[in-house]
């Protein structure tokens, strides 16, 4: 492997401590699968890109940005959404307080009709995608957004706050074809004191 080899992370959690939310066996297949299936893909997309670099082979490094866009939009997205999540016994679920809470309201009205308009962003997701709450820099407001496929929020202006994953697999194992299910059961996992300290950062 060259110089870019990227590395699959460790969960900040056991693999069955999501349960019943999200059961050892989902995520062991959606960690240790799909997760490692992108990063050792970017890192053959990537490795062939240099290749092609040292080849000034122009025609092959413009074919190969779609894959390493793909795999590595697939790394960055679920690198991220395994950190939005915690397990339930150790205050997983348990809403914002502080200033993400206050900064909610504001921009949503009340925390409750932020969770209707996120979970009904992120179900309607068509096909494969993910839901995301990010900052917006430029008004300082807190957004909504989806990406489709593995689309990150960069080129969209938009720093990362929240994100679901909202592909099939995430929850084909456990929900079958009842995403909305499986986004109305997420909440009670979500880790909103990392979520809230990641608002924090970019605000203070
Ligand atoms: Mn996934």
Known sequence: ??????????????YNELEPVISAEALKLHHDKHHRGYVKNLNTA???YHEAERKKDLDKMVALQSAIEFNGG??????FFWNCLKPQKKGGGEPPKGTLLKAIKEDFT???HFAEVFSKASVGVQGSGWGWLAFNKETKNLEIATTANHGTLTNKGLVPILVVDVWEHAYYLQYKNMRPDFVKAIWSVLDWGTIEKRYNSLTS
């Open 1 to 14: 492997m060259a110089e870019t080899s990227y590395q699959l992370p460790d969960l900040p959690y056991d």
């Open 46 to 48: 990537l490795d062939q």
């Open 74 to 79: 697939g790394h960055i997205n679920h690198s």
């Open 110 to 112: 009340s925390f409750d």
